[in-house]
């Protein structure tokens, strides 16, 4: 079987796709990634040891940082996909985040790359498709040769929940008749290659969810298959020092990568997180680049800053973790027991799943314009003095690792491919 992997071409989005072609690969079946090149991110999909082939013109995301929509933003406008609290579901908001971000898919959607891949599709033969959710060229792709396809979350579901806002929307708005811009889109985009429009190019023919089940929306049109999750790091040598058992309680600080990539800035004050962590018994390992410390007058005495050190590994010997609230950072606290404290960030869906951990009872959350030394030091502080948090992280642990692996799950994707 010959299977294509469409990803968002950054690092985080990579990394999240990786493991199911090494599960496909492993059962002996040939797995290609395709799509834009991202000059910055090549190493990336090297890292995987995955084969990759490019398309297109080049998608420069530092270059294409702001996302311009009718003069507004859908990454920093005043419509964000990323928002969580159910009071601003207003009908103007639904509908400017859906419009919005059909807009983005369109943008990461462009008719020349969109003919290179088809040419390229029909001469390869994949059998079954596999793609991010920011990447609708996959779907159509898919369409447009006849293969099935699973569309792979690399967070929780934003996508799902948005267009169950707006089809709910629509549905008490009998009068209005105007095209839902997505199906719009879609019907023209396969039907330059002869195909047509069908509901599973919304959300794939199934879904593969390997983050905890508490990130999950109801009543969405998605059928999920819940994966366990699989911990991968930029490659590298281990320091000893990450091994060894520390004499105080280990917290890990991290910000991810994302908002440095997509916004190109930091949300919060990393002064502010590091003056909290400064006065507690703790031993703190920062993941902060020399740019990221370039505002903090003094590192405090218990903090370790380095630029990179593999997060899974770390955090098996961490008592707590601070984060901005990305899915591979939640995928490998979860899978380590590790209570988290979320900062959460504005970029996809980050505070939805700040909310879904505080509920769950394994995390807690710190808006942004909440931030100061004070709330970061209370937060850990009940984080490391209060045993439910650890209980009921070690409880979500154990629920994912009794999901199936993506190894396991290999039978199913196979007979998916076989259904055309």
Known sequence: MRVLLMVFPTRTHVYSMAPVGWALAAAGHEVRFAGQRNPREVESFAETGLDAMWFGGELDIARHRRLQVDGDNAMQGGFRI??????????????NVYEHWVEVFRWTTP???????????????????????????????????????????????????????????????????????FV??????????????????????????????????????????????????????????????????RVMLTLGISNRQVLGV?????????????????????????????????VPDNVRAVDFVPMNELLASCS??????????IGNAVVNGVPQLVIPGTTWSERVSAVAQVKRGNGLLVDLEDVTPGSVREGIQR????????????????????????????????????CR
């Open 82 to 95: 990323s928002e969580s609290r159910p009071e601003r579901y207003t009908e103007e908001y639904v509908r």
């Open 111 to 181: 008719e020349p790359l969109l003919d290179e891949l088809v040419r390229f599709a029909r001469q390869w033969q994949p059998d079954l498709v596999v793609w991010d959710p920011m990447i609708y060229a996959a779907p159509i792709v898919a369409q447009a040769i006849g293969v099935p396809h699973l569309r792979m979350m690399y967070a929780a579901d934003q996508t799902a929940r948005i267009g169950a806002q707006y089809r709910d929307l629509r549905a008490h708005r009998t009068e209005d008749t105007a095209p839902d811009p």
């Open 184 to 249: 719009e889109w879609m019907s023209a985009a396969v039907g330059r290659f002869g195909a047509d429009y069908g509901e599973t190019l919304r959300y794939g023919v199934k879904t593969i969810d390997c983050h905890p089940s508490y990130l999950r929306y109801e009543g969405v049109d998605v059928d999920y298959v819940p994966a366990r999750f699989v911990a991968h790091n930029k490659p590298m040598a281990i320091p000893r020092w990450v091994l060894e058992r520390p004499r105080r309680p």
């Open 266 to 298: 930091e949300e919060t004050s990393v002064a502010d997180l590091l003056d909290g962590l400064a006065d507690l018994d703790v031993e703190v390992i920062a993941t902060l680049n020399a740019a990221q410390l370039a505002t903090v007058p003094k």
């Open 320 to 329: 707590a973790i601070v984060h901005q609230g990305g899915g591979a950072t």
């Open 383 to 418: 984080l490391l003095e209060e045993p439910g948090f650890r209980e009921s992280a070690l409880e979500v642990r154990d629920e994912m690792l009794a999901t199936p692996t993506l190894d396991e799950l290999v039978p199913e994707f196979e007979r998916i491919a076989r």
